[in-house]
């Protein structure tokens, strides 16, 4: 969708957000992890896990089936497509905007949601989420939404949250957003972050920026602990990144090899709810 560049707001005025931390994270084949709850997951709760993948679509056809519980994930493309088919969850195409949000809660298994569409390359994000302690028991669900049902705000899609006068309809929790931005070349834009979320970071998967530093694609950078506005201007070859913003998750990260909970005991509840439901899922 084509936007007229010359009547967009000039720059505000506003208070720095400065970077706490950068990063490259670690690479292995086609995912570059990011983020995990051991390392800046702990400082960014509850964003708590963050992989970019850069891959053919090919990689889409094993299915891969792992547990998950405590967290919900994200799932958005910033190049590429896929075709997803989740039965009553639901089935269409995942492209650039659309997002597939899949709650774990109490404990599921996944993989094989996705095939590949008319693109024989993606690129995208998948983010993990620390669920608060009232649904990390919560039953599991799905939803997949394709780009048409996401929300524009100027350059950005609003994945997850609320922001200004708009709403995801993502059944996420309340005090935590997530938007797909991208920038013309040299086109400023500032995220007015609202009141309370103090976590905040950005990562670019194409491009390059300036947001208290100069920020490159394939990295990953948390801002320090503030709600004053992140202020970000494109490069010359324009910018696609990734954002979030929330309220501080308030519990210590519990972590088992797939989950991550507030504590001890609701680890071991889901750890043990993965176990049970298990035979529904893998065929041995």
Not at 125 to 141: C, D, I, N, R
Not at 231 to 245: E, H, K, N, R, Y
Not at 261 to 270: D, F, V
């Amino acid at each position: 969708m084509s936007r007229n560049l010359s009547a967009a707001r000039p720059m505000p005025t506003l208070v720095e957000r400065k970077i706490y931390s950068q990063t490259r994270g670690s690479q292995r084949g086609p995912i570059t992890r990011l983020m995990s709850p051991s390392d800046l997951g702990q400082y960014l709760k509850p964003f708590v896990f963050l992989d970019a993948v850069d891959a053919p679509s090919s990689i889409t056809s094993s299915d891969n089936l792992h547990p998950h519980s405590g967290i919900a994930t994200v799932t958005v493309l910033t190049e590429g497509n896929l075709r997803f088919d989740m039965g009553k969850w639901g089935t269409g195409r995942l492209d650039y905007g659309g997002v597939e949000w899949m709650r774990a809660g109490s404990g599921i298994w996944h993989g094989g949601e996705y095939r590949p569409d008319s693109a024989s390359h993606f690129k995208g994000f998948q983010l993990w989420v620390a669920l608060p302690a009232a649904l990390e028991a919560s039953a599991p669900e799905w939803q997949f939404l394709e780009a048409p049902n996401i929300p524009e705000i100027g350059p950005a899609r609003l994945i997850v949250g609320a922001y200004q006068d708009k709403m995801s309809p993502v059944r996420a929790f309340a005090g935590i957003n997530y938007l797909l931005v991208t920038l013309a070349p040299g086109e400023a834009w500032a995220y007015e972050t609202p009141s309370g979320h103090e976590v905040g970071w950005l990562s670019v998967s194409h491009g390059s920026l300036s947001a208290g530093g100069e920020i490159l694609a394939g990295d990953m950078v948390a801002f320090d602990r503030s709600d004053a506005a992140i202020q970000i201007q494109a490069g010359p070859d324009g910018a696609t990144f990734v954002l979030g913003s929330a309220l501080p998750h308030p519990h210590d990260l519990v972590q088992g090899y797939y989950s991550v909970h507030t504590s001890e005991e609701a680890l071991k509840a889901g750890e043990a709810r993965i176990a049970d439901v298990r035979s529904l899922y893998v065929k041995d």
